[in-house]
């Protein structure tokens, strides 16, 4: 099992900048991707940013070169820098281990215009 802890969420204007973090404890040694995924009101869940425990990244378009995750395998932890921040960009963003199905409890994102 992996618990996953987010933190670092809250409300910010558009063209602003936030940091997301993510904690992972328990069965640490199992994870090989892990990334964030994002939900909207009334939208469904979709790829924010995911990355290999060897540093292998993936984006989805509408955030590419706006955002940046990157990990700390020795202390595991998972981090989504987000600059130039939209409105579009509100949701609640969740920390997950994709392939083994584990996610956080989601931290909210508010970007205002």
């Known amino acids: 099992q992996v618990q996953l802890v987010e933190s670092g969420g809250g409300l910010v204007q558009a063209g602003g900048s936030l940091r997301l973090s993510c904690a992972a404890s328990g069965s640490t040694f199992s994870i090989n991707v892990i990334g964030w995924y994002r939900q909207a009101p009334g939208k469904q869940r979709e790829l924010v940013a995911t990355?290999?425990?060897?540093?292998?990244?993936n984006y989805a378009d509408s955030v590419k070169g706006r955002f940046t995750i990157s990990r700390d395998n020795a202390k595991n932890t998972v981090s989504l820098q987000m600059n130039s921040l939209k409105p579009e960009d509100t949701a609640v963003y969740y920390c997950?281990?994709?392939?083994?199905?584990?996610w956080g409890q989601g931290t909210q994102v508010t970007v205002s215009s």
């Open positions: 997950t281990v994709p392939l083994r199905n584990y």
């Open positions: 990355i290999s425990r060897g540093g292998r990244t």
